[in-house]
Nanobody, 115 residues
Framework: QVQLVESGGGLVQPGGSLRLSCVVSGGIFSIYTMGWYRQAPGKQRELVAVITWSRNTNYAESVKGRFTISRDNAKNTVYLQMNSLKPEDTAVYYC?????????WGQGTQVTVSS
């Protein structure tokens, strides 16, 4: 059974930074396309960033230049480094793993950007 566990969320002031982590167990991490999504209250879940098995990356326009996704296959972990955070980045952030028909989600971690 594949499990994804996120960590690293919290409360941060505007302009601050956070690093989210997602550890994957029970699957072959290196083949997964890994993604970070977020869902703010009253809004649909949206893609934030994705990284493929070959480390190609893609970002939502709203986070380009501020967020960086990376992966460590030796640790079965994907990261999301978030800099220059804005109040509109406030959301629950979810980790996602995809390969073929396989699609897995973590439980989410809350990120709140507020002064």
């Amino acid at each position: 059974q594949v499990q994804l566990v996120e960590s690293g969320g919290g409360l941060v002031q505007p302009g601050g930074s956070l690093r989210l982590s997602c550890v994957v167990s029970g699957g072959i991490f290196s083949i997964y396309t890994m993604g970070w999504y977020r869902q703010a209250p009253g809004k649909q879940r949206e893609l934030v960033a994705v990284i493929t098995w070959s480390r190609n990356t893609n970002y939502a326009e709203s986070v380009k230049g501020r967020f960086t996704i990376s992966r460590d296959n030796a640790k079965n972990t994907v990261y999301l480094q978030m800099n220059s955070l804005k109040p509109e980045d406030t959301a629950v952030y979810y980790c996602n793993a995809q390969y073929s028909v396989e699609n897995y989600w973590g439980q989410g971690t809350q990120v709140t950007v507020s002064s």
